[in-house]
């Protein structure tokens, strides 16, 4: 790979690396939210997201840290950027929030990113940031289905049979909705999700 020293490429990577470190940020923030309001496997969720910003965040500033190595100790890149604030009272609003941002990463700024990437001769550092929108897109979707759960009540309650599994200790209910308090450990309904089969 050549010098990222001056390029574009290299400010997108910073952009790229506070904008992962701070949607990380966001998302611990949402996960005890989302506790609070009683939504166990969407703090779950805030939390898995947050760690996958935190990877993906490593993965260009690593770009960084060998393209600039030669020159050792510190190099200081400058950028200009603007950056959501967004903390609500609400678990709704937040996976909307969070929804918006992961759209904003992967329909906009991540391609443009990889263009600019691929002009300036970094095809590896392109195909990073396509990638990348692969998992962004992924999480898109999943913050907009659990804000429609919300919105439709149907966080524990479906309108069919359906198997539901305690996060704490593992009992399986199968029923419209998942019990008030799981009858084997009793903890509430908060740590109770879909029982998904995914192996």
């Not at 952009?15 to 309001?37: D, L």
């Not at 935190?54 to 260009?60: L, P, R, S, T, V």
């Not at 309650?157 to 359906?162: A, L, N």
Request: with cysteine.
């Amino acid at each position: 790979m050549g010098r990222l020293k001056g390029t574009k490429t290299l400010e997108n990577l910073m952009k790229a690396f506070a904008g992962e470190s701070q949607a990380r940020n966001r998302y611990t923030f949402f996960a005890s939210k989302a506790k609070k309001e009683g939504y166990v496997q969407m703090q779950e969720i805030f939390l898995e997201t947050a760690a996958n910003e935190k990877e993906h965040g490593e993965m260009f500033y690593k770009y960084i840290v060998a393209s600039e190595a030669e020159d050792g100790g510190c190099v200081e890149v400058n950028i200009d950027a603007g950056y959501p604030v967004a903390l609500s009272d609400s678990t709704y609003d937040n996976l909307i929030h969070a929804a918006e941002g992961e759209n904003e990463e992967w329909a906009k700024l991540y391609p443009a990113f990889a263009a600019i990437a691929k002009l300036e001769g970094f095809d590896d550092i392109a195909s990073t940031f396509i990638h990348v929108c692969v998992a962004e897109m992924a999480h898109e979707t999943r913050y907009r289905k659990l804000a429609e759960n919300i919105k439709e009540g149907r966080v524990f309650t479906r309108v069919s049979p359906t198997k539901w599994k305690c996060g704490n200790c593992g009992y399986i209910h199968e029923g419209d909705s998942a019990p008030q308090l799981c009858p084997a450990c009793k903890h509430p309904q908060d740590y109770f999700e879909l029982f998904v089969e995914a192996y």
